[in-house]
């Protein structure tokens, strides 16, 4: 917000802000909402209300946007209040040089859940056709019967040499704070340094590389160093299909008592391909990286996803969801050995019944595979209505 504040001349014409909020209020009934080992059918009731301010002008944008859900559950689960705020800004300082800041923050019980169902479609405003950005899932927490708070503020420069390259640089700082004590706690702060260089007009070749430090709160055991060189490209296959994918690896050092420390190599990535037309999109991506978990320690994380979104007329759309995760933390001289899987498909129907007022319909299958316990699947259907408040450009 400093940014958008000091650099933003008088002579550069600004736009309208857009502002708006949704509220949406529904009900449904799910067969393990929060993937307990012992979860029960139960029906519930939400209210969802999603405001968003978006400030625009000749030299970028600031959005401000949060969410506060109250669900009450028919049995069992009691009711739960979920939130999250974030705000994000990007501004160009001069010709050559533009610098982004964002911060968030959200309190959860269904993180899992809630990583299931995501905004489907990514942006459509013009720039790489880029596969939307997912956050890490964390398995290891799913069924702990405990809120989990997390922060986030990173900041980020970028910097054009010439026609054909330029630099980027960032840090990013985190916590999470999980209740009860089913987990622990940690902080962590990763910095960047990349480089890009464009060898044709579909072609941008990435050296990247990332270094990042985790603290365990209260505890030795588990900190670790991760360091993480990449290279990649972006391509741009056609108009509407772009490729995007890297590779590298990961060296991580981490404390395991004792003065002892292990280290661990191998193998990091992503890749991610997306298909967009004017009323029709399909992104699938995937990736591995080292991340940090409840667990106490540094873990192999593998990710998947496809996201589809289509606009099948002007009133009607359909969205598409699927998600793949896997925490592999396989010990690397800590006590904790464990492997969790999740997978969960999600599809929501939506209809237009005027301009402000949209009727919902979402099935969805979510399923943890531990190997410390069996879990029941979830199927859920929901149904609601979103009424759209504000004023848009």
Not at 120 to 141: F, K, R, V
Not at 279 to 308: E, H, I
């Amino acid at each position: 917000m400093a940014a958008y504040a000091c650099c933003t001349p008088m002579a550069y014409a600004q736009y309208e802000p857009e502002y708006n909020v949704d509220v949406s209020v529904g009900g449904g009934i799910s067969s393990n909402p929060f993937l307990y080992a012992d979860g029960k059918t139960a029906g519930s009731a939400s209210i969802d209300i999603a405001p968003s301010v978006v400030v625009e002008d000749e030299l970028g944008k600031t959005r401000l946007g949060g969410n506060l859900r109250f669900t009450q559950y028919s049995k069992y689960y009691g009711n739960d209040v979920s939130a999250r705020l974030e705000a994000a800004t990007e501004r160009k300082l001069d010709e050559r040089n533009s610098v982004r800041v964002a911060a968030s923050v959200q309190r959860l019980r269904s993180a899992i859940q809630d990583g299931l169902i995501f905004e489907g479609g990514g942006s459509q405003a013009p720039g790489p056709l880029l596969p939307p950005t997912l956050p890490i899932i964390d398995t290891t927490l799913a069924g702990t019967r405990s809120r989990i708070t997390s922060l986030n503020t990173s900041f980020e420069l970028s910097h054009i040499i010439n026609e054909v390259s330029s630099l980027d640089a960032g840090i990013e700082l985190n916590g999470t704070y999980i209740e009860d004590d089913v987990g622990f706690d940690y902080r962590s702060v990763s910095t960047h340094a990349g480089y890009r260089r464009k060898l044709s007009q579909r072609t941008t070749v990435t050296f990247d590389t990332q270094v990042g430090f985790v603290d365990y709160l209260g505890r030795r055991t588990g900190d670790s160093l991760i360091v993480s060189p990449r290279v990649g490209v972006q391509q741009q296959l056609t108009d509407r299909l772009s490729l995007v994918a890297d590779a590298g690896i990961s060296y991580v050092r981490t404390d395991v008592g004792a003065g002892d420390h292990s280290k661990l190599v191998s193998f990091a990535g992503s890749v991610g391909l997306c298909d967009r037309g004017p009323n029709r999109s399909l992104c699938l991506s995937g990736g591995r990286s080292a991340q940090p978990t409840a667990l106490g320690g540094v873990s192999t994380v593998t990710t998947a996803s496809l996201n589809y979104d289509a606009r099948l007329s002007r009133v009607d759309r359909l969205s598409l969801a699927a998600r793949y995760g896997r925490t592999n933390q396989d010990g690397a001289g800590l006590p904790v050995v464990r492997v969790t899987d999740f997978i969960g498909a999600s599809a929501t129907y939506s209809r237009d019944l005027n301009d402000r007022l949209a009727f919902t319909v979402t099935p969805s299958y979510s399923k943890i595979f531990d190997d410390t316990q069996p879990r029941s699947a979830n199927y859920a259907l929901m149904v609601g209505l979103t009424i759209r408040l504000g004023k848009r450009r």
